[in-house]
């Protein structure tokens, strides 16, 4: 018998990606394992630090980029799925990795600019700032507003240099990411662990505005996947808004999100309780373990605490779709994983090396 996660049993197995095995109450590995990746979802990959978290978003990224009619993206906080285009055990994946990625400007509304830069509204350099973002779409412009306006030298002065610090983190551009970009086959790996989290929430929110307003416009024929990693630092920033548009609105347009994070009580009550596939390694932190079981559903009727795996690989998953509990291992990697730590072992080997 297969079982597809989304569909249910005997279900066919075409437009899936293969997850992993069915576990055994004695470890063992059974049937294999798929996940539906033809209609849009919201999917949540939790686990602490170690028990594999991002290794199972990479599966997901894999498979996603072998299947038709999906444009697969992955926001990356940690540069640790650049692998997905290295060489792949088996078939490769398509994957292209955006080192420096920029989105314009004007994908940000006028309250997500003061907020970004730190500025409140009804101070007179936030309402420089949020006038300039409301009737221009460029950095460069909404300086040369700011320069001319009949303000204060004071606030213009405060303004412009808030404008600064956005300029000097490079993410902002006229040609930034657009739809035909992002709507590729292959997996577009986006590369922003060089930024800082206010920078990094701006790549996030332009992404997820263009890909959701992409569909809702028929602008784009493939169906949007939006990936990310550590995905609580996109909850206390100016990306939360896009992140919640797709989570209540994204099923109509088909734009699917995939969460993965160590900390899903630093995510919102509603990326919890949308998420129709939760996939969850090992949490130990009675914070998190709350959170979870705030949002567990009524046919669950043991605590999620308890049917918790205690290994590495290994999630317990809930499909709302079926209204179904599964134990299960998570497949290997076909391309190498960059989520590892390093040892102090290794440091010295390779030294040691360099030296001979």
């Not at 939790?46 to 980029?65: D, I, N, P, Q, W």
């Not at 929430?201 to 949007?224: H, K, Q, S, T, W």
Request: hydrophobic share 45%; aromatic share 4%.
């Amino acid at each position: 018998m297969s079982f597809v996660i989304g569909r249910g049993a005997n279900a066919e197995t075409e437009q899936t990606g293969h997850l992993g095995r069915y576990r055994a109450l004695d470890g063992s590995e059974g049937a294999t394992l798929h996940v539906d990746l033809d209609g849009p979802h919201a999917m949540l990959i939790v686990g602490k630090r170690g028990y594999g978290k991002s290794f199972t978003l990479g599966v997901v990224a894999e498979e996603l980029a072998r299947v038709q009619g999906v444009a697969p993206v992955i926001v990356d906080p940690m540069g640790v799925f650049s692998t997905l285009a290295e060489s792949a055990d088996g078939e490769d994946v398509p994957a292209d990795v955006v080192a420096k990625p920029a989105v314009t400007a004007g994908v940000l509304d006028p309250r997500s600019w003061c907020s970004l830069l730190g500025l409140s509204p009804e101070s007179g350099a936030g309402g420089l700032v949020w006038q300039a973002a409301q009737e221009t779409t460029s950095l460069a412009a909404m300086e040369q507003q700011i320069e001319t306006a009949d303000a204060p030298r004071a606030d213009r002065r405060a303004a412009t240099n808030h404008l600064a610090l956005a300029d000097s983190w490079d993410v902002f551009d006229p040609d930034g990411l657009g739809t035909a970009e992002l709507a590729s086959a292959a997996v577009t790996v986006l590369d922003v662990s060089g930024l800082d989290s206010a920078p990094m929430n701006a790549i996030c929110r332009g992404v997820a505005e263009a890909l959701y307003r992409a569909r809702i416009a028929e602008a784009i024929d493939r169906l949007p996947w939006l990936m990310i990693d550590e995905a609580h630092t996109f909850f206390d920033g100016v990306a939360e808004a896009a992140l919640h548009t797709i989570l209540t609105r994204g099923r109509a347009p088909g734009v699917s999100l995939v969460l993965a994070t160590q900390r899903p009580s630093s995510v919102t009550e509603t990326a919890i309780s949308q998420s129709d596939i939760l996939l969850s390694h090992r949490l130990t932190a009675e914070a998190d373990l709350d959170a979870l079981n705030a949002a567990q559903p009524t046919y669950m009727n043991e605590s999620l605490a308890d049917r918790l795996p205690t290994d590495p690989g290994q999630v317990v998953v809930i499909d709302d779709a079926t209204e179904t509990i599964h134990a299960a291992q998570v497949r290997l990697r076909d391309t190498p994983h960059g989520g590892g730590s390093p040892r102090a072992r290794d440091v010295v080997a390779a030294a040691a090396g360099e030296c001979e």
